[in-house]
């Protein structure tokens, strides 16, 4: 079984394990599924949202691919936070969500970045190929990791590296393979980096991927909660889109 495989029958199997011994919700809670790339800012905004309507917020990582297949499989969450557009109007089409409540919350940014502080200069690294082991999110699940490989497509260096890639299941382990030094560099969102001084980094021209474009969408377990609907609006206030921002993210209109 690959390990692709693996992950999926072990996530189906503890979505199946909290249907059946899930608690009952506290008063005003609200379940997100957010992709992994989302985790720092997430946080404070659920921070911020919980401070003003007193209802507790339960967040859940993983990336997107990951997560909707929990949510096609019963996982009990009421919003989704995706890093790409795709999946949520899939989760539309296929009745795991609302109809009409799908926006777009924040633009991502793709980072090349190394702990070394000469090893990243510009795309001429990847076509030098001074490295041995290159990290990207799995383009299957991951949309940082698809826009990655249509990076390294659009560079023309794709097959030169296929070999030296090291996948993380998320962009989250992506970067911990560069931080752990698994990789001497990897493809990250800037979010992860936004706060780092040291290494050395390439902030990716968004013309060499399609826009990594991620939307919120009200899944069908929330559409009678007041609680969710009220995180969705936080989410589009001006209190989160300056948290959003301030992670380098950009905001739509």
Not at 33 to 57: D, H, L, Y
Request: charged share 15%.
């Amino acid at each position: 079984m690959t390990s692709d495989g693996w992950f999926v029958r072990l996530a189906l199997a503890l979505v199946a394990c909290a249907a059946i011994g899930a608690p009952a919700r506290a008063a005003g809670e609200v379940r997100v599924a957010v992709a992994a790339n989302f985790t720092a800012p997430a946080k404070e905004i659920a921070e911020a949202f919980e401070r003003e309507s007193g209802g507790p917020v339960i967040l859940s990582f993983g990336s997107t691919g990951q997560l909707f297949t929990q949510i096609a499989h019963g996982a009990p969450y009421d919003v989704f936070l995706a890093a790409d557009s795709v999946r949520p109007e899939k989760a539309v089409a296929d009745g795991l969500a609302v109809a009409g409540s799908r926006f777009t919350y924040a633009t991502g940014t793709l980072v090349l970045y190394s702990t070394d502080p000469g090893l990243v200069t510009g795309p001429e690294t990847l076509s030098a190929g001074t490295f041995q082991k290159l990290a990207i999110a799995n383009p299957e699940t991951a949309p940082y990791g698809a826009a990655a490989v249509q990076v390294l497509e659009a560079l023309g260096v794709y097959g030169e590296i296929a070999p030296r890639l090291v996948r993380g299941g998320s962009i989250a382990q992506t970067y911990q393979f560069v931080a752990t030094s698994a990789a001497e560099l990897g493809f990250v969102a800037l979010s992860q980096v936004i706060d780092v001084t040291d290494g050395s980094r390439w902030q990716v021209p968004a013309s060499l991927h399609d826009p990594i474009a991620q939307d919120a969408v009200l899944l069908s377990e929330g559409e009678a909660s007041p609680a969710a609907a009220a995180f969705l609006t936080f989410l589009k206030g001006p209190q989160a889109r300056a948290v959003i921002e301030r992670y380098g993210y950009g905001l739509v209109d």
